[in-house]
């Protein structure tokens, strides 16, 4: 009799634990979309105290990111580096680790395939097919960001160096290293070329764009393809149960037989595998060149394209469209208006702030919070 009322027990808590797992899986999703309206809201407020109308300014930059074909399509370019460097820092997360180094990471990315657009030609001394080409220069661009990814991985595994610290001197060496390069070796010495930037790239490593009259080319959908490959990778392969494992609790993983220092050096190689893809992706699908300011902020934003996403796959790409929605509709916003695009700038930050400080936002609205909060990164040395 007591064994039935101890069975009877379980399958009622058993019960409610079900019950309740749509309702925390509700209360998740709200928290993102909660610290959006409230960024919003407060962005309202300061685009009032500017001197501006927030409706006609909130207008303005639906019509400038949705209003048209050509809107929607400028606002997918300005999303797909988002989604690259996003998954990125979540791939990151999720291994526990704290990658602030996109920035570096992308850069490396991007250098390395304008040359390989640029010069790999020349140097072989023979015309390489397209898709060869194409595939050669994101290649050794995801190889460029799979390394400087990796070497701070490695500091971590092995002498227990902090990833937040040697990403940020990652971050340096690679910006400054790009900057001597674009200056010098690498600078196109056209005499109509005033700038710091590379030749341009030949036309067999151009990404071909979808439609004609429209900047939209393939390396979105790439992105696309890509946040579906993390996804897979992460939930569906050994490796990727490994990578949470070790995020989760090393200790019990080490204990498990999970090799942790090759699991810290892949999943940070990984991560910057997919901003140094974000880079080269801009250099063959958009600009054709690499300049030192066209990645400039795009790493550290996908810090919150991450948070924001819950460094979920699909999170991070919705978050990623709303990220270039308000980038691209913010030149509208302020035709509208009269108010700074940096105002855009400014409603990033509360989003980042209300997503990292959920506690604010659970507060406000009167949102429990969950019974296991996710653990993004460890202690200094650990």
Known sequence: MAEQTVNDQEGQDSDQQKESLPSQLLQEI?????AVFTALVLGAIVIYAAGGNPILAFQGLAEGAFGSKQALSETLVWSSPYIFAGLAVALAFKGGLFNIGAEGQLAAGAIVGAWVGYALPGVLGVNIPTPLHIFLELGLGSLAGFIWGAIPGWLKAKTGGHEVINTIMMNYIALLLSSFLLNGPMKDRSPYNVIAQTPEITASARI??????????????LALLMAILVWWLLWKTTVGFEIRSVGSNPNASRYAGINITWIMVLTMGLSGLLAGLAGAVE?????????????????????AVALLGKNHPLGVVLAALLFGAMRNGATRMQFLTQVPVDIISVIQALILLFVAADAIVRWVYHVKAPREELVLTRGWGH
């Open 30 to 34: 709200a928290i993102p979309i909660l």
């Open 208 to 221: 071909p764009r979808i439609f004609a009259g429209y900047r939209l080319h393939w390396g979105v959908v």
């Open 283 to 303: 250099v063959a699908g958009l600009n054709y060149y690499h300049t030192f300011s066209f990645n400039v902020g795009y790493g550290f934003d996908s810090i």
